[in-house]
């Protein structure tokens, strides 16, 4: 490998600015969780996202593919996301008599899902990648004097996920990889409390974060020069979530302030890809993407006063299904369009406007241009939408403060989004 004396700090910098952003952002997304790590994939709706290997983020999807890189690559990509939900109420009111009225309720925001990757090749069979993804989030924020404000105001999650990961290549087709994930966990959950005058509403505030940890590992075998299949497989994360919790009610004389904790469990997935090139300009490729949601079963918030809140979820398993294909139209330039079907692990009877999900569809494309061997810049465009969701939520049984709201909500919930993705490719020499 060329050494030309790049000082190490320069890298270690950008990966730290990147993972900064990454704390910043939170994103709209099937359920919580996120698939776009990169923009090269997302053209293809990320079909193939464990075999395609082509960058350096093949170490957050896959790390065995890393083995097909040459000796250094950073990755660094960007996606835009415009979100927009809608809850519709039917009826909401309270067990007190009170009719809050059938005002629809607007959740619109851009987000952005930033990632750096980067790989280096430490000989001919072991190579090094270094990931910074945002594997989960979520940022549904209603107005405060909105229909479903005592079910919920704010609803953000963030995480981070700083993964290092080794590959090595069996040179006889077969590849192997693992990693371990340090992940930072970050949520914010707000509610309004009263009885249907937003003018003398109180409120309920709470933030809470910690690290967990999990790892990851993915195999990669390549049939023949033409066809690869890519399995890849990451742990779920545990992480006992502390924080602070902020209730004021006015108008009952109330001002609490306290602790809050949480567990929480970010589930386990398994992804199997294929990719195939037809001939020198045609490719394909296919993925199925399963998640462990069964176990985000229950959220519950402890606070310091010994009382807790109860929000039953009981999320089912779900795949996710995604085809693509890529055309090579010159040397420069390259296209992509995928498609995806994207099952909810919402339960109908248990869902709420937090999180008002249905089954969503994706609708890709992309390009790439290369402008010399070693630079490349991809740009990619997804439109996802998906079902009607009903609803009949209700708010939380009691309060820290009071045994306060009976309030419910009864409705539908829509929600679509455009990504907008970019990511610059850079073959070190």
Do not use: C
Request: no cysteine.
């Amino acid at each position: 490998m060329k050494k030309n004396g790049r000082p190490a700090k320069k890298i270690a910098g950008l990966l730290v600015t990147v993972a900064a952003a990454s704390v910043s952002q939170s994103v709209w997304a099937g359920a919580f969780q996120i698939e776009t790590q990169n923009a090269s994939s997302l053209g293809t709706a990320y079909a193939g996202a464990a075999s395609t290997a082509t960058d350096a983020s093949t170490g957050f999807y896959n790390p065995a593919g890393l083995t097909r890189l040459g000796t250094e690559q950073i990755a660094l990509s960007g996606v835009l996301i415009n979100s927009r939900t809608t809850i519709s109420p039917s009826n909401a009111g309270s067990t007190f008599g009170n009719q809050f009225g059938a005002i629809s309720s607007k959740s619109n925001g851009y987000s952005v899902v930033p990632g750096l990757h980067y790989a280096k090749r430490i000989n001919g069979d072991w190579v090094f990648g270094f990931n910074v993804a945002t594997p989960f989030g979520l940022k549904n924020n209603y107005k405060t004097d909105s229909g479903v404000r005592y079910m919920a105001t704010r609803s953000e999650l963030r995480t981070v996920d700083i993964s290092p990961s080794l590959a090595y290549d069996f040179n006889n087709g077969l590849s192997l990889g693992a990693g371990v994930d340090a992940m930072y966990i970050i949520a914010k959950l707000d509610t309004r409390i009263g009885t249907g005058n937003p003018v003398t509403d109180g409120l309920q505030e709470n933030t809470a974060s910690r690290f967990g940890l999990g790892w990851h590992v993915g195999g990669l075998y390549e049939f023949s020069d033409d066809t690869r299949m890519g399995v890849h497989y990451r742990s779920q994360v545990h992480a006992k979530l502390k924080g602070n919790s902020v209730v004021e009610v006015p108008g009952l004389g109330i001002s609490a302030h306290q602790g809050v904790s949480s567990d929480i469990k970010l589930p386990e997935t398994v992804t199997v890809s294929l990719y195939h090139d037809i001939n020198d300009q045609w490719a394909v490729m296919a993925d199925a993407f399963w998640t462990h949601w069964k176990r985000f079963d229950q959220l519950v918030l402890k606070f310091d006063n010994q009382s807790t809140l109860t929000t039953p979820q009981q999320y089912k398993d779900r795949i996710r299904m995604a085809l693509g294909a890529a055309y090579q139209y010159t040397e420069q330039w390259k296209f992509s369009a995928g498609t995806a079907v994207d099952r909810t692990p919402v339960q109908d009877s248990y869902r709420n406007v937090r999180v008002p999900d249905q089954n969503r569809y994706w609708a890709s494309l992309g390009a790439q241009y290369r402008f010399t061997k070693n630079l490349a810049l991809d740009v990619g465009y997804a439109h996802i939408f998906s079902k009607k969701a009903n609803i009949n939520d209700k708010a939380p049984a009691s309060t820290p403060a009071a045994n306060q709201t009976a309030q419910f909500l009864q409705g539908t919930g829509r929600s679509k989004a455009d990504l907008m993705g970019v990511q610059l490719t850079w073959d070190i020499i």
